[in-house]
């Protein structure tokens, strides 16, 4: 295994990637889920800051460009999240989320 | 203090925000809308004369800015802003004029329900004015020029559910469309053969020597020159938006709109927009052109001023004696005076803002009454709105030497004179003289002296402040701006005509036409003297007959409705439309109904056939085929679950299959 | 190393003070004590050192401008209700009383002395660490600020922004703490409390965008560096002397009082009504670090206001200017603070729905047009002559036509109250 | 400074795994805060101080109060915070499937060579001499990231500003109770 720290930091984002997927997957709290989901985007930005700061093209901020938007984009994505979740749990009583299948075929 | 043209853009800018803030404010922010409106006119005033002085620093200079809007394919439409002495009386003149009639309306309105609304029109319509003053490309002009063909009508129809108000609106606002057209036409012919519509561009401009050398030499069509049509064309806007002879008619009906707004459009502003744009284009003016335009004018002068003599509405009046005013103004650009033309034109806006205003304080005591066979007696209780409306109606009568008025109206006079083309103008100048000193007459004896002729004249009372002192500034303008261009000095004159020294001369010089002119006035003063001064004591009723109705009974009613104008239009092209239009009903009708109606029934026809067709053969089958579509469906269905977890299992396995693969793929 | 290192920083000493404003001794002074120190040590430490200490400085300064400032806030507050405040507390073991200046000594001592009591059934951990949490974030806005022209503990290229992302995380330790507690009313007020600080949060953001928009940088040092200069000698060239920066140091000060829970918003603790709000369960030493961080809040979002608005440490005036700019921004700095304890001695409390309509609905409102016109404000920098009037004139209308339209709607069918009977 | 990445990493690891499988949901929240602060803490270490400094203020700040308020409003009891524990078979496969995907990426990582994905010019970082890479590294200061927003990506603002507010709308309606719900729904 090198210590090169591009590999390095990869390594570390797909660590936490498959911790938040694992979350997600093994947890039936839909909160629990979704911060699984907002762990496993987490790393996603892990990954372009890394390529930015490591990756062959130096000059432009294009990574954190894309690491502020995807910021904005989850924050979005959580409160609409969280806000889905107390329209279920109003609907159900609880926020289980293999309960909430109604529409299932 | 100086401008440069490059921020001229703010002087219309300003009243516009105005404009939208009294768009976005709620109806009960009245005083807001009101003090936005006022405020930034006020300082577009100021504005303007940073640009006065800057512009007069330099009077034969055009300082421009232009800029890029759009590209479309090889064309750039570029607009621009223009400086120079002509934008700069103008702008200085409007916000000045337009911020005294603001402060006015604050009182007229008070009561309006739609007080809010009327401001914003109000700083809209003077910024389209403003905008269409600082435009250096024509394309922009004429932009503006549409805007302010709306703003008028809202303000027209601002008494929108008086019937006569709103029909008023709109026939000004079709009237004035007419014209419009033309102007379109001739912009659209300019910009093909002078391949631009900048006024001034460095030398490229359509107003400068390049573009003019080339419409002199482009060929005829139809016995006129290019330049000729263009400038023709042209001037079909000017007329419309001018109250010309023949689509005067508008002008008089607009008077249904509230009395600011006849102060606002019909004195000041919008009607010398027209003769703005014939100033403006003037380089662009052949002497063919010039001398339709001349005859036009004349034709117009004369007819205003007839048919205001047996007028009996006060601001109907008024609304003649501007369409004969603007005659005036039209003759003398057609005669080769523009700087007389424009100089009559700023004269008039003071003076005829003031009548209009007069009129308006006059009304508004008389609870809304504009009959003058209704008014009278108002000179005792209304003292010092019969001292300014005296002013305004010296100025406009021409009384010699402490008017502005006759000093501009004899700058015309004397072009007219001098004219090498046809002398009919000059001839018809004079009989207007008479004509308006006769009507301004009999409208003070009829407004102001004898006996109040109604419960309403007799109990009127002065205004507030807020209502007189426009009236005073407005008074004290309309005899002073007249010094500006007296042949002695013409400061004003020159000072449009791009150059720094004034060369003046002695009065004796024409001092024929000052003394026939001045002895004119005496003539139309004593006539109207002799006809209605002297029968005023024995008429103490509205229903007494007017003295010229007495004497010429006839040719009074002929004048009363205005040369059957209207009627001769009705009569006309309304019964031509009137005609196409039934002809179009009955062939909409009947051919075209008949065929529509042949056609449906041959789609009912055939409807019915494919539903017998599809009922008895077709539908088996696609029971069938439906009936295995629904069974897939379902077979399908059962893989949606409802369970999130196992989707996102299916996903996440579904990757490393596929990783797996490719990495495997890859390395083979 | 030997002993000719700190002997010949000494004899240095003279020659630094000869130069300009910038070079003055006075001004150089605390790098002069700190390079002294750190000379003693072999170069490859002193980097840690240095940083130690002005962890040391900026924490023993402000801690017992912390002690200071309660004792004066009683003292002051004792002033203005006619009563004599804390005054009898001695130097130990002497009967020296000096006005009770010996008091948050005392006070300091009996709360390390009390017992630390935690309800059965709460939270331990999120108990203890709810305190420090909170203390800890307080202490690290400090980072940032520039308390003198050469005094900046750390140079950050977005020091504004640290200051407010270490400032959103009290909100965590206000909800551990009422969580953390196992008491329903602590929870609830702790709900309270947070729904105060977020509504706040927007306006204490908004009213300082337009300062960096205008600054055009996001580092606490380069806006004080904008604010350098007079007009005429006199004026400062302070953002608070410009329309948008009045009625954004306004609306900053506003919500800078909601955000350190001071009078006339302080409903979380509203000692007169609720007990203490979510600091309910809490006793001892762990009520008086929470004590001490709000203290630390106020002091830090003072500074912050010195730096953004108040021309930070420059000297209002050239005249003045031979006084070092850190004793400039500490005399601001105390100015502010009694700023703040006047208003808690002289408002009433508001009731928790005008806490947040006037959130909303005035005070977001006006920063947000406060925006555009700094905006505006920066786009006609260059105007000049009368239309320099022109754009102080647009630029003040745009501050007082809302403020005068949003507050009457705000204030609309309330009249002030008519005590009838009282005399 | 590669040590310095291995003890972040830790860091917001272990807090991530911890509040992924602890069976308090409070104390689960406030472990991924901190586990969020691990990552603002990379951002810092990788040179990007704006982007740390934001994800400080948006998920400190601003998506931790939503979870907390959304875990303390879906919940009946008190003793609601502390869940039920899951079916053991599920985390299992989950546990499998994660660790398959992560072989996975692992391995395409050690794999890929990244030495000639370096800028040209610039050597390969020399390996575990703990030499700092701060020479070679992009600069994006605040200014920097001020006029690219405004200029190249002006676009992209001004559609998540309209993302936010329709996301924000979006929320309320979402978790707004309906006038006749919520009269029933009151006890």
Same mark, same amino acid.
């Given at each position: 295994?090198?210590?090169?720290?591009?590999?390095?930091?990869?390594?570390?984002?797909?660590?936490?990637?498959?911790?938040?997927?694992?979350?997600?997957?093994?947890?039936?709290?839909?909160?629990?889920?979704?911060?699984?989901?907002?762990?496993?985007?987490?790393?996603?930005?892990?990954?372009?800051?890394?390529?930015?700061?490591?990756?062959?093209?130096?000059?432009?901020?294009?990574?954190?460009?894309?690491?502020?938007?995807?910021?904005?984009?989850?924050?979005?994505?959580?409160?609409?999240?969280?806000?889905?979740?107390?329209?279920?749990?109003?609907?159900?009583?609880?926020?289980?989320?293999?309960?909430?299948?109604?529409?299932?075929? | 203090?100086?401008?440069?043209?490059? /921020?001229?853009?703010?002087?219309?800018?300003?009243?516009?925000?105005?404009?939208?803030?009294?768009?976005?404010?709620?109806?009960?922010?009245?005083?807001?809308?009101?003090?936005?409106?006022?405020?930034?006119?006020?300082?577009?005033?100021?504005?303007?004369?940073?640009?006065?002085?800057?512009?007069?620093?330099?009077?034969?200079?055009?300082?421009?800015?232009?800029?890029?809007?759009?590209?479309?394919?090889?064309?750039?439409?570029?607009?621009?802003?223009?400086?120079?002495?002509?934008?700069?009386?103008?702008?200085?003149?409007?916000?000045?004029?337009?911020?005294?009639?603001?402060?006015?309306?604050?009182?007229?309105?008070?009561?309006?329900?739609? =007080?809010?609304?009327?401001?914003?029109?109000?700083?809209?319509?003077?910024?389209?004015?403003?905008?269409?003053?600082?435009?250096?490309?024509?394309?922009?002009?004429?932009?503006?020029?549409?805007?302010?063909?709306?703003?008028?009508?809202?303000?027209?129809?601002?008494?929108?559910?008086?019937?006569?108000?709103?029909?008023?609106?709109?026939?000004?606002?079709?009237?004035?469309?007419?014209?419009?057209?033309?102007?379109?036409? #001739?912009?659209?012919?300019?910009?093909?053969?002078?391949?631009?519509?900048?006024?001034?561009?460095?030398?490229?401009?359509?107003?400068?020597?390049?573009?003019?050398?080339?419409?002199?030499?482009?060929?005829?069509?139809?016995?006129?020159?290019?330049?000729?049509?263009?400038?023709?064309?042209?001037?079909?806007?000017?007329?419309?938006?001018?109250?010309?002879?023949?689509?005067?008619?508008?002008?008089?009906?607009?008077?249904?709109?509230?009395?600011?707004?006849?102060?606002?459009?019909?004195?000041?502003?919008?009607?010398?927009?027209?003769?703005?744009?014939?100033?403006?284009? /003037?380089?662009?003016?052949?002497?063919?052109?010039?001398?339709?335009?001349?005859?036009?004018?004349?034709?117009?002068?004369?007819?205003?001023?007839?048919?205001?003599?047996?007028?009996?509405?006060?601001?109907?009046?008024?609304?003649?004696?501007?369409?004969?005013?603007?005659?005036?103004?039209?003759?003398?650009?057609?005669? #080769?005076?523009?700087?007389?033309?424009?100089?009559?034109?700023?004269?008039?806006?003071?003076?005829?803002?003031?009548?209009?205003?007069?009129?308006?304080?006059?009304?508004?005591?008389?609870?809304?009454?504009?009959?003058?066979?209704?008014?009278?007696?108002?000179?005792?209780?209304?003292?010092?709105?019969?001292?300014?409306?005296?002013?305004?109606?010296?100025?406009?009568?021409?009384?010699?030497?402490?008017?502005?008025?006759?000093?501009?109206?004899?700058?015309?006079?004397?072009?007219?004179?001098?004219?090498?083309?046809?002398?009919?103008?000059?001839?018809?100048?004079?009989?207007?003289?008479?004509?308006?000193?006769?009507?301004?007459?009999?409208?003070?004896?009829?407004?102001?002296?004898?006996?109040?002729?109604?419960?309403?004249?007799?109990?009127?009372?002065?205004?507030?402040?807020?209502?007189?002192?426009?009236?005073?500034?407005?008074?004290?303008?309309?005899?002073?701006?007249?010094?500006?261009?007296?042949?002695?000095?013409?400061?004003?004159?020159?000072?449009?005509?791009?150059?720094?020294?004034?060369?003046?001369?002695?009065?004796?010089?024409?001092?024929?036409?000052?003394?026939?002119?001045?002895?004119?006035?005496?003539?139309?003063?004593?006539?109207?003297?002799?006809?209605?001064?002297?029968?005023?004591?024995?008429?103490?009723?509205?229903?007494?007959?007017?003295?010229?109705?007495?004497?010429?009974?006839?040719?009074?009613?002929?004048?009363?409705?205005?040369?059957?104008?209207?009627?001769? /239009?009705?009569?006309?092209?309304?019964?031509?439309?009137?005609?196409?239009?039934?002809?179009?009903?009955?062939?909409?009708?009947?051919?075209?109904?008949?065929?529509?109606?042949?056609?449906?029934?041959?789609?009912?026809?055939?409807?019915?056939?494919?539903?017998?067709?599809?009922?008895?053969?077709?539908?088996?089958?696609?029971?069938?085929?439906?009936?295995?579509?629904?069974?897939?469906?379902?077979? /399908?269905?059962?893989?949606?679950?409802?369970?999130?977890?196992?989707?996102?299992?299916?996903?996440?396995?579904? =990757?490393?299959?596929?990783?797996?693969?490719?990495?495997?793929?890859?390395?083979? | 190393?030997?002993?000719?290192?700190?002997?010949?920083?000494?004899?240095?000493?003279?020659?630094?003070?000869?130069?300009?404003?910038?070079?003055?001794?006075?001004? @150089?002074?605390?790098?002069?004590?700190?390079?002294?120190?750190?000379?003693?040590?072999?170069?490859?430490?002193?980097?840690?050192?240095?940083?130690?200490?002005?962890?040391?400085?900026?924490?023993?300064?402000?801690?017992?401008?912390?002690? $200071?400032?309660?004792?004066?806030?009683?003292?002051?507050?004792?002033?203005?209700?006619?009563?004599?405040?804390?005054? @009898?507390?001695?130097?130990?073991?002497?009967?020296?009383? !000096? !006005?009770?200046?010996?008091?948050?000594?005392?006070?300091?001592?009996?709360?390390?002395?009390?017992?630390?009591?935690?309800?059965?059934?709460?939270?331990?951990?999120?108990?203890?660490?709810?305190?420090?949490?909170?203390?800890?974030?307080?202490?690290?806005?400090?980072?940032?600020?520039?308390?003198?022209?050469?005094?900046?503990?750390?140079?950050?290229?977005?020091?504004?922004? $640290?200051?407010?992302?270490?400032?959103?995380?009290?909100?965590?330790?206000?909800?551990?703490?009422?969580?953390?507690?196992?008491?329903?009313?602590?929870?609830?007020?702790?709900?309270?409390?947070?729904?105060?600080?977020?509504?706040?949060?927007?306006?204490?953001?908004?009213?300082?965008?337009?300062?960096?928009?205008?600054?055009?940088?996001?580092?606490?040092?380069?806006?004080?560096?904008?604010?350098?200069?007079?007009?005429?000698?006199?004026?400062?060239?302070?953002?608070?002397?410009?329309?948008?920066?009045?009625?954004?140091?306004?609306?900053?000060?506003?919500?800078?009082?909601?955000?350190?829970?001071?009078?006339?918003?302080?409903?979380?603790?509203?000692?007169?009504?609720?007990?203490?709000?979510?600091?309910?369960?809490?006793?001892?030493?762990? $009520?008086?670090?929470?004590?001490?961080?709000? $203290?630390?809040?106020?002091?830090?979002?003072?500074?912050?206001?010195?730096?953004?608005?108040?021309?930070?440490?420059?000297?209002?005036?050239?005249?003045?200017?031979?006084?070092?700019?850190?004793?400039?921004?500490?005399?601001?700095?105390?100015?502010?603070?009694?700023?703040?304890?006047?208003?808690?001695?002289? !408002?009433?409390?508001?009731?928790?729905?005008?806490?947040?309509?006037?959130?909303?609905?005035?005070?977001?409102?006006?920063?947000?047009?406060?925006?555009?016109?700094?905006?505006?404000?920066?786009?006609?920098?260059?105007?000049?002559?009368?239309?320099?009037?022109?754009?102080?004139?647009?630029?003040?209308?745009?501050?007082?036509?809302?403020?005068?339209?949003?507050?009457?709607?705000?204030?609309?069918?309330?009249?002030?109250?008519?005590?009838?009977?009282?005399? | 400074?590669?040590?310095?990445?291995?003890?972040?990493?830790?860091?917001?690891?272990?807090?991530?795994?911890?509040?992924?499988?602890?069976?308090?949901?409070?104390?689960?929240?406030?472990?991924?805060?901190?586990?969020?602060?691990?990552?603002?803490?990379?951002?810092?270490?990788?040179?990007?101080?704006?982007?740390?400094?934001?994800?400080?203020?948006?998920?400190?700040?601003?998506?931790?109060?939503?979870?907390?308020?959304?875990?303390?409003?879906?919940?009946?009891?008190?003793?609601?915070?502390?869940?039920?524990?899951?079916?053991?078979?599920?985390?299992?496969?989950?546990?499998?499937?994660?660790?398959?995907?992560?072989?996975?990426?692992?391995?395409?990582?050690?794999?890929?060579?990244?030495?000639?994905?370096?800028?040209?010019?610039?050597?390969?970082?020399?390996?575990?001499?703990?030499?700092?890479?701060?020479?070679?590294?992009?600069?994006?200061?605040?200014?920097?990231?001020?006029?690219?927003?405004?200029?190249?990506?002006?676009?992209?603002?001004?559609?998540?500003?309209?993302?936010?507010?329709?996301?924000?709308?979006?929320?309320?309606?979402?978790?707004?109770?309906?006038?006749?719900?919520?009269?029933?729904?009151?006890?």
């Amino acid at each position: 295994m090198s210590l090169d720290p591009l590999p390095l930091c990869l390594l570390f984002s797909s660590a936490l990637f498959c911790l938040g997927l694992i979350g997600a997957l093994a947890r039936s709290n839909t909160i629990l889920v979704l911060l699984g989901i907002e762990l496993m985007l987490n790393a996603a930005n892990l990954n372009f800051i890394a390529f930015w700061r490591y990756g062959p093209v130096t000059s432009p901020a294009t990574g954190v460009m894309f690491v502020i938007f995807s910021i904005a984009v989850a924050a979005a994505e959580a409160a609409v999240g969280l806000a889905l979740i107390i329209a279920v749990y109003r609907h159900q009583k609880n926020i289980r989320l293999q309960e909430a299948n109604r529409l299932k075929g | 203090m100086s401008l440069s043209a490059q /921020y001229l853009w703010v002087i219309p800018a300003l009243p516009l925000v105005a404009a939208a803030i009294g768009a976005l404010t709620p109806r009960s922010g009245r005083s807001l809308v009101a003090g936005a409106a006022i405020v930034a006119l006020a300082l577009s005033f100021f504005i303007s004369c940073a640009a006065l002085s800057t512009a007069l620093a330099n009077p034969a200079a055009h300082l421009t800015h232009n800029f890029t809007w759009f590209e479309l394919g090889n064309d750039t439409v570029r607009l621009g802003w223009l400086l120079d002495p002509l934008t700069a009386f103008m702008c200085t003149m409007v916000t000045f004029v337009g911020t005294l009639i603001f402060i006015f309306s604050l009182g007229y309105m008070h009561e309006d329900e739609n =007080f809010k609304q009327f401001f914003c029109f109000l700083s809209l319509f003077a910024a389209a004015m403003l905008g269409l003053l600082v435009a250096n490309s024509l394309l922009l002009l004429f932009i503006c020029w549409e805007l302010v063909g709306l703003a008028s009508y809202l303000l027209i129809g601002f008494w929108f559910h008086k019937p006569s108000a709103a029909a008023a609106a709109k026939k000004a606002f079709i009237t004035t469309r007419i014209g419009d057209l033309g102007f379109l036409l #001739g912009l659209l012919w300019l910009y093909d053969s002078a391949g631009s519509l900048l006024l001034y561009d460095n030398g490229n401009g359509v107003l400068e020597a390049t573009a003019l050398g080339a419409l002199g030499s482009a060929a005829t069509v139809c016995g006129l020159s290019v330049a000729s049509a263009i400038g023709l064309l042209l001037f079909c806007g000017a007329v419309g938006k001018s109250g010309q002879f023949p689509l005067h008619v508008w002008l008089p009906d607009a008077m249904e709109g509230p009395t600011p707004v006849s102060a606002l459009i019909h004195a000041a502003t919008m009607v010398a927009a027209g003769v703005f744009l014939m100033a403006r284009v /003037y380089p662009l003016l052949t002497p063919d052109a010039l001398q339709v335009i001349a005859i036009i004018g004349a034709i117009t002068a004369l007819l205003g001023a007839t048919i205001a003599v047996a007028q009996y509405d006060l601001k109907r009046i008024l609304a003649f004696s501007t369409v004969s005013q603007l005659g005036y103004m039209m003759l003398a650009i057609g005669v #080769g005076a523009p700087s007389a033309a424009i100089f009559h034109l700023l004269t008039h806006a003071f003076f005829k803002a003031l009548l209009f205003l007069g009129a308006g304080s006059v009304i508004h005591a008389a609870h809304h009454e504009q009959d003058i066979r209704q008014l009278g007696g108002l000179s005792v209780k209304m003292k010092l709105t019969f001292a300014t409306f005296a002013i305004g109606t010296m100025a406009l009568v021409g009384v010699p030497l402490f008017f502005s008025g006759f000093w501009s109206k004899e700058a015309i006079l004397h072009a007219a004179h001098a004219t090498a083309g046809s002398h009919f103008p000059f001839y018809a100048a004079l009989v207007g003289v008479v004509l308006t000193a006769f009507y301004n007459t009999r409208l003070i004896a009829e407004t102001f002296f004898g006996h109040g002729r109604s419960h309403a004249a007799e109990h009127a009372h002065e205004n507030s402040a807020v209502m007189t002192t426009p009236l005073v500034i407005l008074a004290f303008f309309a005899i002073a701006l007249g010094f500006l261009g007296t042949p002695v000095y013409p400061w004003l004159q020159a000072r449009l005509s791009g150059e720094t020294a004034v060369h003046g001369h002695s009065l004796l010089d024409g001092v024929g036409l000052l003394v026939l002119s001045s002895g004119l006035v005496a003539l139309g003063i004593g006539a109207g003297f002799a006809l209605y001064g002297r029968t005023l004591r024995l008429r103490t009723k509205a229903t007494a007959p007017d003295p010229l109705a007495i004497a010429a009974p006839r040719t009074h009613a002929f004048l009363g409705d205005r040369l059957k104008f209207d009627e001769l /239009y009705a009569a006309t092209f309304g019964v031509v439309n009137t005609f196409l239009a039934t002809a179009s009903d009955w062939f909409d009708r009947s051919v075209w109904g008949g065929i529509v109606h042949f056609l449906a029934l041959l789609g009912e026809f055939s409807g019915t056939v494919n539903r017998e067709a599809d009922e008895q053969g077709l539908n088996a089958g696609f029971d069938a085929t439906s009936e295995k579509l629904r069974a897939s469906g379902q077979a /399908y269905s059962r893989a949606q679950t409802g369970d999130a977890h196992g989707y996102l299992r299916f996903l996440a396995v579904g =990757f490393v299959v596929l990783a797996l693969v490719a990495i495997l793929g890859g390395g083979a | 190393m030997t002993l000719s290192g700190p002997l010949t920083f000494l004899l240095q000493l003279p020659l630094a003070s000869a130069a300009g404003a910038a070079d003055a001794f006075l001004e @150089r002074l605390p790098l002069v004590a700190r390079d002294w120190v750190t000379s003693w040590l072999p170069e490859p430490w002193r980097w840690l050192v240095n940083s130690l200490l002005s962890i040391a400085v900026i924490l023993s300064v402000f801690g017992l401008l912390f002690a $200071y400032v309660t004792l004066a806030e009683r003292k002051i507050l004792g002033r203005i209700q006619n009563r004599p405040g804390p005054n @009898r507390t001695p130097i130990p073991f002497t009967k020296l009383r !000096f !006005f009770g200046l010996a008091q948050p000594f005392a006070d300091g001592v009996k709360s390390l002395t009390k017992e630390d009591v935690v309800p059965r059934g709460a939270d331990h951990l999120l108990h203890f660490l709810a305190p420090v949490v909170l203390l800890a974030f307080s202490i690290l806005t400090f980072a940032v600020i520039p308390y003198g022209r050469h005094l900046v503990p750390v140079e950050l290229n977005a020091g504004v922004l $640290y200051f407010f992302a270490a400032g959103a995380a009290t909100e965590l330790a206000v909800f551990m703490a009422g969580w953390a507690s196992r008491n329903k009313y602590s929870l609830l007020a702790a709900m309270r409390a947070l729904a105060q600080l977020i509504s706040y949060e927007l306006p204490l953001l908004l009213a300082w965008v337009p300062v960096v928009l205008v600054a055009g940088s996001l580092s606490t040092t380069e806006i004080v560096a904008a604010q350098a200069g007079w007009q005429f000698n006199v004026i400062p060239h302070w953002h608070v002397f410009t329309p948008w920066g009045a009625a954004g140091f306004a609306i900053f000060m506003i919500a800078a009082l909601a955000e350190s829970n001071r009078s006339p918003f302080d409903l979380p603790e509203a000692e007169s009504e609720l007990i203490a709000g979510h600091l309910t369960e809490y006793s001892g030493f762990k $009520y008086a670090l929470f004590f001490m961080a709000e $203290y630390f809040g106020m002091i830090a979002l003072s500074g912050m206001a010195i730096t953004l608005f108040l021309g930070g440490w420059h000297a209002p005036s050239p005249y003045v200017e031979f006084i070092p700019s850190y004793v400039w921004f500490m005399g601001k700095l105390s100015a502010l603070l009694l700023g703040f304890i006047w208003i808690r001695a002289t !408002f009433p409390r508001l009731r928790m729905d005008q806490l947040t309509r006037f959130a909303w609905k005035f005070l977001v409102p006006l920063a947000l047009i406060n925006l555009g016109n700094a905006a505006f404000w920066s786009l006609s920098f260059h105007w000049s002559g009368p239309f320099q009037i022109l754009r102080w004139l647009i630029s003040v209308l745009v501050v007082v036509g809302p403020f005068v339209l949003l507050g009457r709607k705000l204030s609309a069918g309330v009249a002030p109250r008519v005590y009838r009977y009282a005399v | 400074m590669t040590a310095a990445l291995v003890l972040i990493a830790v860091f917001t690891l272990a807090t991530a795994a911890v509040a992924l499988s602890l069976r308090n949901l409070i104390h689960s929240a406030l472990l991924l805060i901190a586990s969020w602060f691990g990552i603002a803490a990379f951002y810092l270490w990788a040179g990007a101080e704006f982007v740390a400094f934001a994800q400080v203020l948006v998920y400190v700040g601003a998506v931790s109060m939503v979870v907390l308020f959304a875990v303390l409003l879906t919940r009946r009891s008190r003793a609601d915070t502390v869940i039920a524990p899951d079916s053991v078979a599920r985390a299992i496969s989950a546990v499998i499937t994660g660790i398959a995907v992560f072989g996975v990426l692992g391995a395409a990582i050690l794999n890929t060579s990244f030495a000639r994905l370096s800028p040209a010019g610039v050597p390969p970082l020399p390996s575990g001499t703990g030499v700092s890479p701060v020479i070679s590294a992009p600069t994006a200061t605040v200014r920097d990231i001020g006029m690219q927003l405004m200029s190249t990506h002006a676009a992209a603002l001004l559609i998540i500003g309209i993302l936010l507010t329709v996301a924000l709308l979006g929320a309320v309606v979402l978790a707004a109770q309906d006038g006749p719900e919520s009269k029933q729904e009151s006890p």
